[in-house]
Nanobody, 128 residues
Framework: QVQLVESGGGLVQPGGSLRLSCAAS????????IGWFRQAPGKEREGVSC????????YYIPSVKGRFTISRDNAKNTVYLQMNSLKSEDTAVYYC?????????????????????WGEGTLVTVSS
């Protein structure tokens, strides 16, 4: 079965950290361009971060730059989003997605290109 499965969400206090995982099955993730998106309650989905298929380009929206880190472990067929210094405004459902290798990062997260695969999302709640 071809799918992406996110995990690692949960409830964390402001200033805390979480690491989201996105595991692929049925296809090889390292061939794809990767994006992390989020949707906060009552808001539209936004692109948060991306990594090109070659891993040579990464991008973060200004509000998370310096706090979030995207990475990929090809041996585990998994991508990660390390989130530090979390703020209440980071509360959202986080989704990972995989797109064609020729997609330009950050274009595909800024302009919502059609992605080949989406995960079902994992909820991150930042609250005291």
């Amino acid at each position: 079965q071809v799918q992406l499965v996110e995990s690692g969400g949960g409830l964390v206090q402001p200033g805390g950290s979480l690491r989201l995982s996105c595991a692929a099955s049925g296809f090889t993730l390292d061939y794809y361009a990767i994006g992390w998106f989020r949707q906060a309650p009552g808001k539209e989905r936004e692109g948060v971060s991306c990594m090109s298929s070659s891993d040579s380009i990464t991008y973060y929206i200004p509000s998370v730059k310096g706090r979030f880190t995207i990475s990929r472990d090809n041996a585990k067929n998994t991508v990660y989003l390390q989130m530090n210094s979390l703020k209440s405004e980071d509360t959202a459902v986080y989704y990972c997605a995989a797109g064609p290798p020729y997609y330009p990062c950050p274009g595909y997260v800024q302009k919502f290109y059609d992605m080949d695969y989406w995960g079902e999302g994992t909820l991150v709640t930042v609250s005291s």
